[in-house]
Nanobody, 127 residues
Framework: QLHLVESGGGLVQPGGSLRLSCTAS????????IGWFRQVPGKEREGVSC??????????HYRDSVKGRFAISGDIPKNTVYLQMDSLKPEDTAVYYC??????????????????WGQGTQVTVSS
């Protein structure tokens, strides 16, 4: 059974940076597509970034509002996927979740292709 654990959230001032980690146990992440999603109370969960399978196209995708500020990467030996978040804005405040699925090409447009989810980590951007 795949188990995902997020870490790295916290409180940061606008313009600051955080690096989120998604560490897996029970399965190798490089054979899965990994997505980062976020959710604020009263709103739907939205896709932030994703990275495709190592044996797929390994492409990365970002929602428009984070392009140029966020970067997703994978560390195969550590079975961990990171989300580096720079130039953070108050509107980035949310609970961030990582998710895993079997699709060869990842998507940030939908949660449908992700079968496994972590418990989430809170990111708060505020002065």
């Amino acid at each position: 059974q795949l188990h995902l654990v997020e870490s790295g959230g916290g409180l940061v001032q606008p313009g600051g940076s955080l690096r989120l980690s998604c560490t897996a146990s029970g399965f190798a992440l490089d054979y899965l597509s990994i997505g980062w999603f976020r959710q604020v109370p009263g709103k739907e969960r939205e896709g932030v970034s994703c990275i495709g399978r190592v044996d797929g196209d390994r492409s990365t995708h970002y929602r428009d509002s984070v392009k140029g500020r966020f970067a997703i990467s994978g560390d195969i030996p550590k079975n961990t996927v990171y989300l580096q978040m720079d130039s953070l804005k108050p509107e980035d405040t949310a609970v961030y979740y990582c998710a895993a699925g079997g699709a060869a090409v990842c998507s940030v447009a939908t949660t449908d292709s992700y079968n496994y989810w972590g418990q989430g980590t809170q990111v708060t951007v505020s002065s």
